[in-house]
């Protein structure tokens, strides 16, 4: 049997038609994608804020111990959810008609 006989039969294999690509798709996949998840992570920007960077933005910062979960609680209780209105917000299609 020479190389081109040999050939054609493996040709008409469905396994090796169809299985081979897809191997190679899979494998070069995952290395494409080692290339990608690597650069988000070189590139990504985590950096915490000091209420002093906060300040010369215009935002201001409470201290952590001003807010607690029991501070903000009394908050809520204060709250009336018995008697609300529920008012309809403008649709983008909407002409804006106050």
């Known amino acids: 049997m020479s190389f081109a006989e040999i050939f054609k039969k493996i040709k008409k294999n ?12 899979m494998v070069a996949g995952s290395f494409g994608l080692q290339e990608f998840s690597e650069l988000r992570y070189k590139y990504s ?22 807010v607690t979960i029991e501070k903000e609680f009394e908050k809520i209780k204060k709250l009336d959810i018995d008697n609300w209105e529920n008012i309809r917000g403008p649709r983008p299609w909407e002409e804006n008609v106050d």
């Open 14 to 25: 469905k396994n090796f038609m169809y299985g081979v690509p897809f191997l190679i798709l």
């Open 45 to 66: 920007r985590q950096q915490t804020i000091t209420p002093e960077e906060m300040e010369k933005v215009g935002v201001t910062m409470k201290k952590p111990s001003d």
